[in-house]
């Protein structure tokens, strides 16, 4: 049904922007993202940019998860987003089965200094079928008005003696059995090692198992900050950005504790069969420009995936507020980090989430 309704949504907004593209010669673009924060940032430093200077109307359509409702519409046939927002095991796997438009990478800006593309983005950013945008991170937050003592690490986050009350979780098994292994003494460096192994499955399920009848399951990135605010939690896993929007634009007593963050990108891909492709190409050209992408950070505290973009990173559109220490890239962020094992879950993303399932009916 969720899905039913996702592409329903994006067959309406195709047809409220087609009004809008016939005095544009049909050019448009739809674009499916995650919404919430995370969708005003790409409004306001993408979208009203890109129309302005080209006249090409954007429609934004929002899912849980993009890569979702792309793969069912490439398979039926029935095609009407041209750019979707993905994360990354999602965008290469959509490619190999052949669901996405290559992009040529020579179609992507120099930076502002003549330097190409392909060197100017960060390692990974450039993919056969997708483009980088952001640098994210998932992270554990708290609300502050829930404890005397402030935690501070992931493993507190399974502590419940020390830090009762509930815990949000996202549904699914990619980043919460990396926190798991995490939490239960593995070091970042070789989360990925252990859990290429049985008994390392066995052991993330193992820690899980100690908070299962504590746990709130979350889908969409907007829960958790909800969640906490509301009291329905204490500690909740998040997208780094979120929390920083719940914080700092809406004054919620929510904060970050950054040991033990995943950290990930999420590009832009273009579904097979686009209805606009060739003004999807140059939106993705457009959006992922040096000064776009710096521009973007002034509305969410994720980082730009383009190395000339970090020096354009100022301050958040309060006019007060200094980005940089917010950004899951910062150097204080990162010290107890661990990078997403893309390739990793690409491999054994059915395998894990089957199991994922299993063991929550149990």
């Known amino acids: 049904m969720k899905i039913k309704s996702i592409l329903m949504a994006s067959a309406l907004a195709g047809v ?69 927002d993905v994360e990354f095991s999602d965008a290469v796997r ?38 980088a945008n952001i640098v994210w991170s998932t992270v554990m937050a708290y609300n502050a008005d829930a404890f005397t003592t402030a935690p501070d690490s992931i493993d507190d986050f399974f502590n419940l003696d020390e830090f009762p009350g509930k815990r949000g979780l996202r549904k699914t098994a990619k980043a919460t059995l990396e926190m798991a292994l995490m939490a239960d003494g593995v070091p970042a460096g070789e989360v990925y090692d252990v859990l290429e192994t049985e008994e390392g499955i066995d052991r993330a399920f193992a820690k899980l198992d100690t908070i299962k009848d504590s746990i709130v399951w979350w889908e969409a990135g907007a829960q958790p900050p909800q969640l906490l605010a509301d009291g329905e939690v204490t500690m909740s896993t998040a997208y780094n950005g979120r929390i920083f929007n719940a914080a700092v634009a809406e004054g919620q007593p929510l904060e970050i504790v950054w040991d033990g963050q995943i950290l990930d990108f999420d590009l832009f891909v273009i579904p097979k069969g686009a209805p606009h492709k060739d003004a999807a190409m140059q939106y993705i050209a457009f959006a992922t420009d040096t000064q776009r992408l710096a521009d973007q950070a002034k509305w969410i505290s994720y980082g730009p995936a383009r190395k000339s973009s970090g020096a354009l990173v100022g301050l958040y559109q309060d006019g007060k507020t200094e980005m940089a220490p917010h950004m899951p890239t910062a150097a204080a962020n990162l010290e107890n980090a661990l990078v997403n094992n893309f390739e990793f879950w690409v491999d054994m993303d059915a395998e894990l989430n089957e199991r994922f399932n299993a063991w929550l009916a149990q």
């Open 16 to 84: 409220a922007g087609a009004a809008l593209a016939e005095s544009h010669g049909g050019q448009e673009v739809v674009m499916m993202s995650w919404g919430g924060a995370y969708g005003k940032s790409q409004e306001e430093a993408y979208n009203k940019p890109f129309t302005a200077e080209t006249g090409i109307p954007v429609t934004m359509v929002d899912a849980d998860n993009p890569a979702t409702p792309l793969k069912a519409q490439v398979e039926a046939g029935n095609v009407s987003i041209d750019v979707a």
């Open 94 to 131: 959509l490619c190999d089965e052949g669901l996405l438009e290559e992009i040529d990478p020579s179609i992507l800006p120099p930076a502002p200094d003549g330097t190409p593309a392909a060197e100017d983005f960060i390692d990974g950013a450039i993919q056969d079928c997708a483009v």
